[in-house]
């Protein structure tokens, strides 16, 4: 522990508050991050309870191996809870929540240290589940340890520490190599006198300071004697000294070592038996040796770890090639011959010992396995695995591109799916990848490719057989027309697969059909209780075939207009939604749409500020890596415009900065978002320019929004826009898929703004009770009544219509608010109590908050910039939004905010 008493202590101090922490340690291997976590461990007092558990190295993790591993072994965790975390019935939230509770019962209210080792080789589970520990309150300091450099991208923990860090104030402790004066310190700890420089010199050129490297060669010491080490000849590596610990080792022992690094980190003894040909009797003489050895530590009943994972390795790199398949053949056949469960372990031990049609079967097997039980991104590992030997299995590129789209890796799951579609053999095969396929380009926003793909299933369909291959690919096609808006179509390509399916008794088909059929006639006011009660009427059914994904989809769908249902009735099936997701481990669904989901009940609500911390947290804590086309930011534009309503115009510019780096966005996206906040900002220019660019977008498609056509009409209006373009934009906003209610609000809109009271003030008054409109839209509405009224001298009446306005506004703010104020004020009344949502230190963003504490401590902007890896002009953005909503005008008047807010 030479040099590490600062790391040491700021440890221990993190245990001793009995407050939540959360501590990372990273170095490279041998660095000490093991033997740190267990110095501290020693410091603890005896009621305080730990949990300890490692990642398994080398192989596919099953779910939840670090917390299996924490609990081997204890009897209190009984035998149906532990298959509870994987059992296939159970979606992966149930599975989370069982794993949580296991820890909570373990913990209870005690102080607590648990401890994940190794997260660079953690599943995505155990991830998820260090995560969601983070999150809970109690005296419980949560440490994860890991090796930076064997972090992937694509790897669950690279995205869980971003994560981490925009929600906790993460203790971050790097442990670097020993200096030389650190070095010269072990060497006198270790022989109990100053050590010779030269000795000094020598050892740490040799380790580079690493302190495992350094104190396996102080084993060797002879008698004490460093000047002797350092005349003899070193080992120019950390794995050759390893070596030569275990080269003296008798052949029988060695021989079950070298099945024990085969075999992996942990090493079950039957197992072990198996593989070696031991007795059972030789086998604990052997063990009992290496344990006193310190190269194996029991760690549990029948179970043996490495002293260290480097130990293990270095054996396995040092065996002759032959030698370790063997082994591995060995392992392979002992697991199948005892009717192993795990496809991931047989998986790995038929690849290593060349057996590729086993290697291949576990893949397929535990593909389709871990698809099952939502876990996406474990069975993409396992596909990728048999692809490397088989890559145009179209059974594994089928499970590939399914996962990776599960998992929102959206170009790997074009990467996959475009294999499937190319190597598929049968025309049946070849229409299944394009339905997946249809989906990828939507979500890539590559429309013009989603209709070619949809002129290749057309053509495909003359080729099918007559039955569920043909309704299969009608359904796709139902699909990518639905998802394109062209809603005739869809009905068209539904009904006839829906006829198919029903002659011949493909409940699957049907219910992938009607989900395209509902969806369809959801969005048009027309038809929009027919097709709600198409998806509310098949969603049990979808779950009770396990078609998750369906279930979801259907969920999702009614969640997006849903006038007539209470806020009890849609926070229900938001979480059934959530949940249907995360049994099919649908990252897009279970994150994204979940939290824009959570916005809109807020809207219902009446919320402005829980809507928008509700997007804010769906950015923060959305799972996807390396995401791009619709989900690469899933939340901007809503947020934005979420912020506008707010009055929060600076942040409106930073999320249309960050809108115009993401490829494949919806062309009238960004001119539309412009526009608005140039007419709140009275920059008539700009918002000219916008609104052509906006109204040429529009042209090219037929689908409109009623609430966009409000939004934009009350910007228009806050601008002065001349008449005539107010007509052209109100023309252009209101289409057959506008509701009826958002038409008449708009028309009253552009009427009052022409000085047509009567008519203006009729429109407002047939529907300040729609049902379709939310709460701040319906304030809205019954303040622009009280203007017309105002205007008609009929102010008892405009009174009325304030009163019943202002608490459908209470809880907003922005535009909206500062209008019901201007007719107040012209009634002679006071303005509302309304909260101010963007000024004030609880106005600050998450990221706006971290800033705020690094201006106090007085970084300048170019600093802040390469400490939180953004430009200085974001930088810049930051501070410029802290001063304002703050209401200070010196990074000095910011320190002395955070400073009282702390005390």
């Known amino acids: 522990m030479i040099g590490r008493d600062r790391e040491l202590r700021r440890l221990v101090q993190l245990a001793a508050s009995r407050e939540p922490a959360v501590a990372v340690v990273a170095g490279e291997p041998g660095i000490g991050k093991t033997r740190l976590v267990q110095e501290l461990l020693d410091t603890l007092p005896e ?11 080398g192989s596919l993790s099953r779910p939840y191996e670090v917390l299996l591993d924490a609990i081997d072994g204890r009897p209190e965790v009984g035998d149906e809870r532990l298959a509870g975390l994987s059992d296939p019935a159970r979606s992966p939230v149930e599975r989370l929540h069982a794993g949580l509770a296991i820890v909570a019962d373990l913990v209870g209210d005690a102080p607590a240290v648990l401890i994940f080792e190794d997260l660079h080789w953690a599943d995505s589970e155990s991830a998820a589940l260090f995560e969601r520990i983070a999150d ?56 109990g006198a100053p050590a010779p420089l030269r000795a000094v010199t020598a050892l740490h050129h040799r380790t580079g300071g690493n302190p495992f490297f350094l104190e396996e060669l102080l084993r060797d010491l002879p008698q004490g004697d460093p000047e002797t080490l350092a005349d003899q000849p070193l080992p120019w590596s950390l794995a050759e000294l390893l070596r030569r610990q275990v080269d003296d080792l008798d052949p029988i022992t060695h021989r079950i070592v070298e099945a024990a690094a085969v075999l992996g980190h942990r090493v079950p003894f039957d197992l072990l038996a198996a593989v070696s040909g031991a007795g059972e009797d030789e086998l604990i003489q052997v063990l009992r040796d290496l344990v006193t050895r310190g190269v194996l530590v029991e760690s549990g009943d029948d179970e043996f770890l490495f002293r260290h994972a480097l130990v293990r390795e270095a054996i396995t790199d ?89 998992a929102g890796l959206l170009a790997d799951a074009l990467k996959y799916g475009t ?113 709600r009660a198409i998806l509310a009427g098949l969603v049990d059914e979808a779950e009770k075939r396990g078609d998750w994904v369906l279930a979801a989809r259907a969920l999702n769908n009614l969640l997006q207009e849903e006038p007539e249902d209470s806020p009890e009735v849609l926070a229900e099936r938001l979480e059934r939604m959530r949940v249907d997701a995360e049994r099919a481990g649908f990252e897009s669904l279970a994150v994204a749409a979940y939290f824009q989901g959570r916005a809109r009940l807020a809207m219902r609500a009446g919320d402005l500020r829980a809507a928008i911390d509700a997007l804010e947290d769906g950015r923060e804590q959305d799972r996807g890596y390396l995401r791009h086309g619709r989900w690469a930011d899933p939340h901007a534009v809503f947020l934005a415009g979420l912020s506008l309503e707010a009055g929060d115009l600076d942040k409106v510019e930073q999320l249309v900065a960050d809108l115009e780096a993401v490829p494949n966005l919806p062309a009238q996206s960004i001119p539309g978002l412009v526009f608005h906040l140039a007419a709140r900002r009275g920059q008539a220019a700009r918002a000219d320019a916008a609104l052509d660019a906006y109204l040429a977008e529009m042209a090219k498609q037929d689908w409109r929004s009623g609430s966009t056509a409000h939004d934009l009409v009350s910007a228009a209006l806050a601008l002065g826009l001349p008449p005539a373009r ?107 109590d309304a909260p101010d949502a ?66």
């Not at 086993?358 to 991104?377: E, N, V, W």
């Not at 909206?816 to 303005?831: I, N």
């Not at 430009?871 to 939004?881: D, E, F, I, L, R």
């Not at 802290?882 to 005008?889: D, E, P, Y």
Request: aromatic residues 4%.
């Open 419 to 531: 294999r499937w579609h190319d190597a598929a053999a049968s025309t049946t095969d070849r229409a299944e990848s394009l339905y997946l396929l249809v989906r990828l380009a939507w979500e890539s926003r590559e429309f013009a490719r989603m209709t070619e793909l949809t002129h290749e299933i057309e053509a495909l369909i003359e080729e099918l057989p007559r039955g569920g291959a043909q309704a299969r690919a009608m359904t796709a096609i139902a699909q990518s027309t639905m998802l394109r808006d062209e809603f005739e179509a869809t009905l068209d390509w539904t009904d006839r697969a829906v006829a198919l399916a029903d002659e011949f008794d493909l409940p699957d088909v049907r219910l992938a059909a009607l989900v395209e059929k509902g969806s369809a006639l959801a969005e048009r006011p027309q038809t929009a209780a027919e097709g």
């Open 136 to 191: 809970q309150r109690g005296p419980r300091l949560l440490i994860g340890t890991y090796r930076p450099d064997e972090v992937t991208r694509r790897h669950p923990v690279a995205g869980l520490l971003g994560r981490l860090e925009r929600r906790h104030a993460v203790a971050h402790v790097r442990l670097d190599r020993l200096t030389p004066a650190q070095t010269a310190a072990m060497l006198a700890a270790a022989t």
């Open 726 to 832: 107010l007509s052209e934009l109100a023309e252009a906003l209101l289409g057959e898929t506008v509701w009826d209610a958002f038409r008449t609000l708009v028309d009253a809109q552009v009427a009052e703004a022409y000085g047509r009271h009567a008519p203006a003030l009729e429109g407002y008054l047939s529907i300040i009770d729609a049902p379709v409109l939310w709460p701040a839209i319906q304030g809205t509405v019954r303040v622009g009544a009280a203007r017309c009224l105002l205007a008609a001298d009929r102010r008892e009446e405009a009174a009325a219509q304030v009163a019943a306005a202002e608490p459908l506004l209470a809880g907003w703010g922005g535009w909206r608010v500062a209008q019901l104020d201007q007719v107040r004020a012209q009634l002679g009344l006071a303005p509302v």
């Open 318 to 406: 040092q065996m002759l090639g032959r030698q370790r398949r063997r082994l591995h053949e060995a392992a392979l056949d002992a697991l199948l011959a005892g009717g192993a469960s795990d496809p991931a372990m047989v998986a790995h031990h038929a690849r290593a010992a060349g057996r590729y049609d086993d290697m291949l079967a576990a893949a397929r097997r535990g593909t389709a396995l871990y698809l099952s039980i939502g876990s996406a991104y474990q069975a993409l590992q396992l596909a990728e695995m048999g692809l490397d030997e088989a890559p145009d299995d179209t059974t594994l590129l089928a499970g590939a591109a399914r996962a990776a789209w599960l």
């Open 838 to 903: 963007v000024t004030g230190p609880g106005a600050l963003t998450p990221r706006e908050r971290e800033v705020a504490v690094l201006i106090s401590e007085g970084l300048t902007n170019a600093e802040l910039a390469r400490r939180l890896y953004i430009s200085p002009k974001t930088a810049a953005v930051h501070v410029s939004n802290i001063l304002r909503k703050l209401g200070v005008s010196s990074r000095t008047d910011v320190a002395s905010v955070i400073t009282a807010r702390g005390r």
């Open 47 to 57: 009621e305080t309870v730990v949990l300890v558990g490692h990642a398994e190295p």
